[in-house]
């Protein structure tokens, strides 16, 4: 059964952006019943918290269909760490011209 999954999912993983494989992920646990989630999660070494979320767009058809270029809506994603913590950015600025580097 894992091998089965292994080897399906390394047949589409190329072609899918990160909301489609989480979509294609679930899909394949709910097919399975009781216990998919585990023997997805087991199979590809995937989060349960990945494949739930998958099966939360799936069930409640929240999957609002994004750009073709895009896989997550606008402002999705980790926020750079200069916007997170500003002062980053002038300890980064200062290294540059040797101001508080120590050299």
Same mark, same amino acid.
């Given at each position: 059964m894992i091998a089965s999954i292994r080897q399906k999912y390394t047949a589409v993983?190329?072609?899918l952006h990160e909301r489609g494989r989480r979509i294609w992920v679930a899909? &394949?646990?709910r097919q399975?019943?009781?216990g998919g989630i585990t023997l997805v999660g087991e199979a590809l070494q995937m989060s349960h918290?990945?494949?739930r979320r998958g099966?939360? &767009?799936i069930e409640t058809k929240n999957s609002e269909p994004l750009p073709q270029e895009r896989s997550r809506k606008t402002g999705g994603g980790q926020k750079k760490a200069t916007i997170k913590q500003p002062e980053r950015k002038a300890f980064k600025l200062?290294?540059?011209v040797g101001i508080g580097t120590g050299y």
């Open positions: 993983r190329g072609v899909s &394949e646990a399975l019943g009781r918290t990945t494949i099966l939360q &767009e200062a290294g540059r």
